[in-house]
């Protein structure tokens, strides 16, 4: 972790501590069902695959592990999150991390949507444009796994803007969603 990673961190940890910034309640609920579901996958990587390395690398093997959950998701909670833009590395108009950007294209294809990124914001769509493809075929709940584990890490960031700045209406549709796809996700592995 670089000097820039770790200021960045104390200042999420300040806003969050910070009684004057009011987080919306649905933020609260998300910090709350990652921490749970990140108490289950770590104990099972621990447990059955103990050098798989980071954390995202736990998120992923945990969507592969547990494919079948995909199932029990309502289809039209994962289309918030997909359509009708891709989830950005962080705030506005950042472009997509390119395995989030590649994650959302299958699912696109997976849920019949249109293939591309014709939907996302112009000013989005060229940053899209520009990343270049990786070669990696998600399992479908795996790619879903790796688009709200993006979320969780820009709301993470803590900053101001991501509730106060003009996505605030779209980064509370997608906090919303992961919310409920969350929910089942944690009632499937908690049987
Ligand atoms: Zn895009």
Redesign the pocket.
């Known amino acids: 972790m670089s000097q820039k990673e770790i200021t960045r961190v104390k200042k999420t940890i300040r806003n969050f501590l910070d009684p004057s910034i009011k987080f919306p309640s649905e933020f609260e609920i998300l910090f709350k069902r990652w921490a749970l579901l990140n108490s289950f996958y770590n104990t099972y990587s621990d447990a059955y695959f103990p050098n798989l390395g980071g954390d995202c690398k736990k998120v992923l093997n945990f969507g592969r592990e547990f494919s079948s959950i995909f199932t029990k998701i309502e289809e039209d909670k994962i289309k918030v999150l997909i359509e009708p ?2 989830v950005g590395k962080g705030k506005n108009d950042s472009k ?1 991390d390119k395995y989030v ?1 590649e994650a ?1 294209k299958q699912l696109r294809v997976e849920l019949s949507l249109s293939n591309g ?1 014709e939907n ?1 914001r112009p000013e ?2 060229i940053r ?1 444009d520009n990343l270049l493809d990786v070669a990696y075929l998600f399992d479908p709940f795996e790619a879903l796994m790796r688009i709200i584990y993006q979320i969780r890490c820009n709301l993470f960031h803590g900053d101001k803007l991501v509730f106060e700045g003009n996505q605030y209406e779209r980064n509370l549709r997608l906090i919303k969603a992961s919310n409920l796809i969350l929910a089942t996700v944690l009632n499937e592995i908690s049987k």
């Open positions: 833009e891709c997509p950007k959302t990124c996302c989005k769509k899209c």
